[in-house]
């Protein structure tokens, strides 16, 4: 007898349940909101356009997933003027890369216009890893690790690694409030691995979230952390940039 993995999100007054069989395999596709602009960076340029190593900061993070031999379909969603995206030559990347002009004002709102706009292409059950666009030094088997160990999951997960430093709260005058306990505390990256209905309807119903496992979570769900690493930077101020190039150029490649 086959085996069942089933599972159920309630969204709104009814729910959605999904089964994926023993003998069925899903696909696999990446979806990069990149529609922001980047302020905290204080440039004028977006963010994901900043040069690093001589190209845009975004080839390099659709780069990695472009080449996962587990991800069937690369998509890229920018804002709908963008007119940057056209400056650059991405044909490098392959014939899995595609662009989806319809980002919105937050993650939220890109992540749920990408689902939308792949509605056509993609099964309920297969499966979306959403990544920062400002993640360039993804590498192989962040990917590798994350997808074998979410195979059998019934919700998903995300890359995470452990707190590691002593957490302060501060007050209004940023003294000390208190100290934060650590224990069972982690820190969120990307990629962020879910099947399309479930991130779907998630998002649809929760969209003050910052990230996508935060609106399965508001569904009553349980993602799974996948322990990753700290070379999988997010660039966000301007000496991240300078970080990122040097784990780049001196990262040793591994397997897990």
Known sequence: METEIAAEIAVG????????????HPRHFALVPAAGSGSRMGSAQPKQYLPL??????????????????IDKVFVV??????EWARHDWSALGPK??????????????????LRAIANEAEQSDWVLVHDAARPCLAP??????????????????????????????????????????????QAQTPQMFRYVMLRR????????????????AAGLHPRLVESDATNL??????????AEWILQNREEKTV
């Open 141 to 186: 088997w962040h990917i590798d690790k994350l997808v074998r160990e979410l195979a059998g999951e019934e919700v998903g997960g995300l890359l995470a690694v452990p707190v590691a430093d002593t957490l302060k709260r501060a007050d209004s005058h940023r003294h000390v409030a208190a100290t934060v306990p650590r224990d069972s505390l982690w």
């Open 53 to 70: 190593l001589g190209r845009p900061l975004l080839f390099h993070t659709l780069s990695v997933l472009c080449q996962a031999p587990d």
């Open 13 to 24: 007054k009814g729910a959605v349940r999904i089964r994926a069989m023993q003998n069925f």
């Open 97 to 114: 890369l595609v662009p989806l002009f319809c980002g919105g004002p937050s993650r939220a709102d890109s992540v749920l216009a990408g």
């Open 202 to 217: 998630a998002l649809e119903s929760a969209r003050e979230v910052t990230d996508e496992a935060s609106a399965l979570e």
């Open 234 to 243: 997010k660039v966000t101020w301007p000496l991240d940039l300078h970080l």
């Open 78 to 83: 920018l804002s709908v003027g963008d007119a």
